[in-house]
Every structure is written in C-alpha cells, then in structure tokens.
C-alpha cells in the first residue's frame, strides 16, 4: 500500500509556471506507475498524465500535452507535474494516484490509491 499527498497547488497568473510535487510513502515506489488528475469546478475529474515506475513511459492528456511534464524521482519517492503556460481552463484540484499495473493509465477507476488534491487556481 502507498500514501500520497499533493503539495504546490496555488493562485497563478495566466501564462505563469507551477510545478505540484506528490510524496509517496513506503520503500517501493518505483514499483508504481503513477498518475496526474484534476477536476475543474462543476466538472469530473479527468485525467492529465501518467508515468510508468521507472519514469521513461510518459502519456498526456490532448490539452496539456507540450504544456505539462510529468516526472519522477524514486529516490525521493516524489512525483511531479511542471506545468506551463498556464491558461484558467487549467483551474482545478489535481490529484496525484497510484497502480501497479501500467496498462491504461488514462483510467481513473483503476487506480487503488489516491492523494487528497492540491488546489491550482489560474487567474486571467
């Protein structure tokens, strides 16, 4: 079992940078893929990227791709979302999640362990 928590999230400018970190706990973190996602206000949650445990298989979602990099650091059991080019369609809670498995890593509903979000607000 791992435990995350989100951290970084916070009210940007549009055109800014920010990065969100996610600390993982326990001694076999690279043995997990990992995952970006967020929910915008009103809306369900969807998915931003992923990473597979070693960190060289990345994948985005269409509207964050080239804006957002998705990377790890299994020595530091820390995962991390660059993003750039802020824009306030980017508003929303982000969440980092956990699985063994890295068949589709789009798919929320697979995903056993979940952080409790960090709030990212993008100012026009």
């Known amino acids: 079992q791992v435990q995350l928590v989100e951290s970084g999230g916070r009210l940007v400018q549009t055109g800014n940078s920010l990065t969100l970190s996610c600390a993982a706990s326990?001694?076999?973190?690279?043995?997990?893929?990992m995952g970006w996602f967020r929910q915008p206000p009103g809306k369900e949650r969807e998915y931003v990227a992923a990473?597979?445990?070693?960190?060289?298989?990345?994948y985005y979602a269409t509207s964050v791709k080239g804006r957002f990099t998705v990377s790890r650091d299994n020595a530091k059991n820390t995962l991390y979302l660059q993003m750039n080019s802020l824009k306030p369609e980017d508003t929303a809670v982000y969440y980092c999640?956990?699985?063994?498995?890295?068949?589709?890593?789009?798919?929320?509903?697979?995903?056993?362990?979940w952080g409790q979000g960090t709030q990212v607000t993008v100012s026009s």
């Open positions: 326990g001694r076999t973190f690279s043995t997990y893929a």
């Open positions: 990473t597979s445990g070693s960190g060289l298989t990345t």
């Open positions: 999640a956990a699985r063994r498995d890295f068949q589709r890593p789009t798919v929320q509903g697979e995903y056993p362990y």
